[in-house]
C-alpha cells in the first residue's frame, strides 16, 4: 500500500512539474499565432506594457529569423525602454543592448543585441504617437533590433 501511494504521490508530482514549464494558463504560443525563437516564445517587454509577458505582445513570425511585436508609444512618455524575453527572464532569451548605449535612433543603425542580457535595456524615443513595430531579427551573425512607424 505504502509503495503505491508513493508512486501515486511521485507521479502527481511530476505531472504538476510538467504542466508548469508549458507556461501556464494565459500564456500564448506558436500554436497562437506566435513565433517561438530558440524553442521558446517570446515577447516584447518594456515600459510599455510595464515588462508583463503579454499575449497581445508575442512576437510574429514576418520572414525567416525576423520576428515583430507591435505597441502604441506615446512622445511624452518617451524615452521608452524595452526587451524582448521569454516568460521566464531566461538567460539566452533574454535580449538586451550588447554595447552602450543601447539606443535605437531613428534612421539609423540596428542595436546589436545581447541575449544573455540581465539589465540592459533598449532606449526608444517615438517621432509622434501612433503604433510602432518592435522587430527581433536573428538571422546575421548577431541579433539585432529595430524600430519601425507600424506598417511602413
Not at 28 to 38: H, N
Not at 111 to 135: C, H, M, Q
Request: charged share 20%; hydrophobic share 35%.
Amino acid at each position: 500500500m505504502y509503495k503505491k501511494l508513493l508512486l501515486a504521490a511521485i507521479t502527481a508530482g511530476t505531472l504538476s512539474l510538467v504542466g508548469c514549464s508549458s507556461g501556464g494558463a494565459g500564456d500564448s504560443s506558436a500554436a497562437d499565432g506566435g513565433a517561438d525563437v530558440f524553442g521558446t516564445p517570446i515577447y516584447l517587454r518594456g515600459e510599455m506594457n510595464d515588462w508583463n509577458a503579454q499575449s497581445k505582445y508575442l512576437i510574429k513570425k514576418v520572414s525567416d529569423k525576423v520576428y515583430v511585436a507591435t505597441a502604441e508609444l506615446k512622445v511624452d512618455w518617451a524615452p521608452y525602454k524595452f526587451k524582448f524575453a521569454d516568460a521566464g527572464w531566461s538567460s539566452g532569451t533574454n535580449f538586451g543592448y550588447r554595447d552602450q548605449p543601447g539606443v535605437f535612433e531613428w534612421g539609423g543603425e540596428p542595436v546589436i543585441l545581447n541575449p544573455k542580457s540581465v539589465f540592459e535595456e533598449v532606449k526608444v524615443t517615438p517621432p509622434a504617437d501612433g503604433l510602432y513595430d518592435f522587430y527581433l531579427d536573428v538571422s546575421g551573425t548577431d541579433p539585432v533590433t529595430y524600430v519601425k512607424e507600424h506598417g511602413k
